[in-house]
Nanobody, 126 residues
């Protein structure tokens, strides 16, 4: 079955950096649309970034110029490099694997067939 295990979260001061990783198994990693979304306390899910099987990427306006998504198909691992972190980046970050591909092609839209992990917590203090 599909497994997505996030790591790399932690606590940093504003302006700092973190690199999130997502170890994936149970599916053909290289052919899937992948991504990250986040959920801050008391708020709904917010799409952050996506990377399709052709390596095309999309970032939310709130993170453009600061976050970079990448994938290593040989290691079945997805990454999110987060620089210039802001206090409002504080959230639980979830790794996404989306067979239908709508997360990549339709503005981070999650369907009934989208998979995600348990999340990793990121705390940014001012």
């Amino acid at each position: 079955q599909v497994q997505l295990i996030e790591s790399g979260g932690g606590s940093v001061q504003a302006g700092g950096s973190l690199r999130l990783s997502c170890a994936a198994s149970g599916f053909t990693f290289s052919s899937y649309c992948l991504g990250w979304f986040r959920q801050a306390p008391g708020k709904g899910h917010e799409g952050v970034a996506s990377i399709d099987s052709d390596e095309s990427t999309n970032n939310a306006d709130s993170v453009k110029g600061r976050f970079t998504i990448s994938r290593d198909n040989a290691r079945n691992t997805l990454y999110l490099q987060m620089n210039s972190l802001k206090p409002w980046d504080t959230a639980t970050y979830y790794c996404v694997a989306d067979p239908p591909g709508t997360y990549c092609s339709d503005g981070f839209r999650i369907s009934g067939n989208t998979y995600w992990g348990r999340g990793t917590q990121v705390n940014v203090s001012s």
